[in-house]
């Protein structure tokens, strides 16, 4: 796979782009300015525009429309992971069949977050961007620079990700060996492991036609590859649990990955037939994108592998710990992350962005969307992990206390998850910082050393912790190695990529932390006096809401504003 990102000059604007194709939210014409043509477009009449060096910079309205799409389907997707995970709850347990099929699920996390979320959009993104640019700079080049992309990188990531699976397959005993020793059920885990491991296929070009779509500013088909995931998991586990028993999530895992490509690929198909094929030689002076470098793809591989490595760690650590263990990681940590989820949409939709304004040279545009990126995302998270601390017993009581999971599992995945809430937002700040030192010019290894701090931290912590807690200690040794790692990002952001205000931002993250720490009390207070678990958890995240909004507005903490102006416009309107 190659491809190399280079800074460019400033990029003219172009003429207008055709309209978009059904159901998507933008396009890229042949000039490679992103957005609609017409009023019938997605985006009508107030599309993404193209500045004076943007090179189909995408306009606020585009982002609005394309985070709440991508909100609407991640929510969706998210539900239906929650379906999932009660599935596995009331069919299995929390015992050692769930333990080894957790085991053998770390196969398409890890591919999750190295093909999709992390490596792959990390560096495809940048890569398609700068052919999206160097497209516009020319009328009609010949060859197109964004196909030139794909012919020389999708062949190669091919055969990479068959041969990855094969092997994993083959080597499935040892994997499962070397993930957790001395599991209860190893043969359970190896067959699981043996089914995930087509997700290293599946997984790699699903993650290859999300950069490709995204960067073209289509979002939503990439947002519906969790929602197709989870369908195919529960699906299958519901026709062939009596016939396979655990081994039938596993199946759905596996169909669930070939569901992640077949949902991409009519959005794909559609930004391929925009340009004529190939065809000649290539012209003298036409715009190249030329190979990538190891020195590129190194620093992203490490930095995701280290990223994911933490859940291996979590789990090799929980597993001489009694049966169980492993599970209620698991489904904590499911829980807990949702809000980070949430969080990070909208600096999903807006990586592109940076990645334009980095490639034209406009860092100043990019500081700006990147700390009104944190600020929100810090908003979101914050909300979230205190309604998680405040209400835990509540929120796993009514996702999975039924069938095999009984109120013992309750109480000890909810205590879990309130530990494991004390680092979401160090790793909310982590998934959106590395966006950042991604989308520069050339590659970065400070965000793989810093994750590495990290992951050393996580590990010592771990061991030692887990002597004293159990399966707290994991969590909160995970908490605090994620936490070091934000830390380290956030510090050197303005010195290695977007010139961020690192001391602004902080003062602006301090001022959100203190809000949510007065509001995770309200909501403990309000969730404990009401008795029933559902209004108890409802009651309590309109508490928490309403005092965290307050306090942010009163210490005057940045976007505040921005969350509060429609409620402050209907209320001078109803005036």
């Known amino acids: 796979m190659s491809e190399t990102r280079q ?30 043509g017409g009023a019938g477009g997605p985006t009508g009449p107030g599309g993404p525009k193209t500045g004076a060096s943007g090179g189909g910079l995408f306009s606020g309205k585009f982002l609005a429309r394309a985070a709440f799409l991508t909100a609407l389907l991640t929510a969706a997707g998210a539900l239906l992971g929650l379906l999932r995970d009660q599935t596995i709850a009331h069919l299995y347990g929390a015992g050692p069949d769930t333990d080894a099929f957790l085991v053998a699920w770390t196969v398409p996390e890890v ?54 699976a094969a092997l994993l397959v083959a080597a499935a005993p040892w994997v499962v ?83 992640m490509v077949l949902v991409q690929g009519p959005a794909l198909w559609r930004r391929l037939k925009e340009r004529r094929p190939v065809t ?32 291996l760690i979590e789990r090799f650590l929980a597993a001489p710990l009694p049966a169980g263990a492993i599970s209620h990681l698991n489904y904590a940590q499911k829980v807990a992350q949702m809000p980070m989820v949430l969080s990070l949409m909208l600096c999903t939709v807006t990586f592109p962005v940076v990645a334009r304004a980095m490639a034209a040279g406009e860092t100043d545009r990019a500081r700006r969307r990147v700390e009104r990126d944190l600020a929100m995302a810090g908003i979101i998270v914050l909300v979230g992990a205190a309604t998680v601390i405040a209400c835990a017993p ?57 994750m590495l701090v990290g992951l050393a931290l996580t590990t010592v912590a771990g061991a030692l912790l887990v002597q004293v807690w159990g399966v707290l200690g994991i969590a909160a040794a995970n908490a605090l190695g994620i936490t070091v790692t934000a830390a380290l990002l956030l510090h050197g952001l303005a010195r290695h990529s977007v010139p961020l205000r690192t001391r602004y931002m902080t003062g602006a993250l301090v001022k959100l932390i203190a809000a949510a720490a007065a509001s995770t009390g309200s909501g403990w207070l309000c ?46 309107h109803a005036r």
Request: glycine content about 8%.
């Open 111 to 164: 591919a999750s977050t190295l093909l999709i979320e992390d490596a792959m959009a990390l560096i495809l993104v940048p890569a398609f961007s700068l052919a999206l640019a160097r497209r516009a700079t020319h009328q009609d080049p010949e060859p197109d620079p964004v196909r030139v992309l794909m012919r020389t990188t999708l062949p190669r990531l091919f055969l990479a990700l068959t041969a990855g």
């Open 394 to 450: 509540q929120i796993i009581e009514v996702l999975f206390q039924r069938g095999a999971f009984d109120r013992a599992d309750t109480a000890a995945t909810a205590a879990v998850m309130r530990v494991y809430a004390l680092g979401l937002l160090g790793h909310t700040l982590v998934g959106a910082l590395v966006r950042c030192y991604f989308s520069a010019a050339r590659p970065l290894w400070f965000p793989a050393l810093a």
């Open 527 to 572: 969730g404990a006096l009401v008795p029933s678990p559902v209004l108890g958890a409802t009651a309590a995240f309109v508490v928490i809401a309403v005092v965290f909004l307050g306090i942010a507005h009163a210490l005057r903490a940045p976007e505040i504003d921005t969350v509060l102006r429609p409620v402050t416009r209907k209320l001078a």
């Open 280 to 311: 000649g030689r290539e012209p003298k002076g036409t715009p190249r994108v030329p190979p990538v470098a190891l020195g590129l793809l190194a620093p992203v591989i490490v930095f995701a592998l280290s990223r994911q490595s933490q859940v």
């Open 177 to 259: 060996a070397a993930l957790a020793p001395g599991l209860p059920e190893p043969q359970v885990a190896v067959d699981c492991t043996r089914l995930t491991a087509t997700c290293a296929f599946s997984m790699g070009l699903a993650g290859y036609m999300s950069a490709a779509l995204r960067a073209h500013g289509s979002f939503v088909a990439p947002a519906m590859i969790y929602t197709s995931y989870n369908v195919g998991i529960i699906t299958t586990m519901l026709l062939l649990s009596d016939r396979l028993g655990v081994r039938a999530a596993a199946a759905g895992v596996a169909a669930g990955g070939v569901l």
């Open 7 to 36: 800074s460019l000059p400033g990029i003219p604007p172009q003429p207008g782009p055709p309209r978009a194709a059904a159901g998507e939210i933008g396009a890229t014409g042949a000039t490679g300015a992103t957005g609609t």
